[in-house]
């Protein structure tokens, strides 16, 4: 399905590897305006990253995101990218979201829910480009992290 390499969009948005999920990223916009987080800080009102995310499975291993602003997911290239997220926090059940050519192309996670971004996909040399937008703005000590293993052991 899709035409490009992982490593043609790494090198042409000059992606990272991403230190908490597989994939890449990059930060392409953080506003100047600033606003009050949920925390009671100051910080940015917007930013915006690319990521490229390469194939990976539903496991016990997968990791889950939680942050403390409301987080955008915007589909651009590659495989449908699948949403996994958590709306009751007493809950590990499930709802799925299909972001790509043939579905919905964006997609907002409420705010302080668990929630990963997979490429489901059996070619190995597939991916899915997304953007990210976060509002109030992105800050890496907002983000939690824990396995899909770790959720539903606490939840049980």
Not at 127 to 147: C, I, K, Q, Y
Request: glycine residues 6%.
């Amino acid at each position: 399905m899709s035409a490009k390499s992982v490593q043609f969009w790494v090198d042409k948005f000059q992606l990272s590897a991403h230190p908490h999920a597989k994939g890449y990223y990059r930060e392409t916009f953080r506003d100047s305006a600033q606003v009050q987080s949920s925390k009671g800080d100051t910080r940015s009102a917007s930013t915006l990253i690319y990521f490229l995310h390469v194939p990976e499975q539903l496991d016990n291993l997968t990791t889950f995101f939680r942050v403390q602003s409301t987080e955008m997911i915007h589909w651009y290239q590659g495989e449908p990218l699948t949403l996994y997220y958590m709306p009751d926090t007493n809950s590990t059940e499930l709802e799925k979201v299909v972001l790509g050519p043939d579905d919905q192309f964006h997609f907002c996670f409420p705010r302080q829910c668990w929630f990963t971004r997979l490429c489901l996909t059996d070619n190995k040399e597939g991916f899915s480009l997304v953007g990210a937008t976060v509002a109030p703005g992105f800050d890496f000590s907002d983000l939690e992290t824990r396995t899909y293993g770790e959720l539903k052991e606490n939840c049980l």
